[in-house]
């Protein structure tokens, strides 16, 4: 299996840390050499292991953010 590859371009905000020191970030983040992307996962500290995420487009973001607007 391929290395996963991936550079955290922007920090943009923590949203919660669990009491083993896992953060769940927003992040701006290039993985294998790409246009970096908006991601939302768990990070491990000093970012040594991730849990799942997800990872959208610009695009997808001004959507949610409109979605998140109307709740």
């Known amino acids: 299996m ?5 550079e955290i371009t922007e920090h943009i905000a923590t949203l919660s840390e669990s009491s083993k020191g896992w953060t769940k ?12 992307k908006y991601d939302i996962r768990d ?3 000093n970012h040594e292991k991730m849990g799942k995420g997800v990872t959208i487009t610009k695009e997808e973001l001004g959507k949610l953010k409109e979605v998140l607007k109307s709740l």
């Not at 391929?2 to 991936?6: C, D, I, Q």
């Not at 970030?25 to 970096?36: D, K, Q, V």
Request: hydrophobic share 45%.
């Open 2 to 6: 391929a290395e996963l590859k991936f």
């Open 25 to 36: 970030e927003l992040n701006l983040i290039s993985w294998n050499g790409r246009e970096p």
């Open 43 to 45: 990070w491990a500290p």
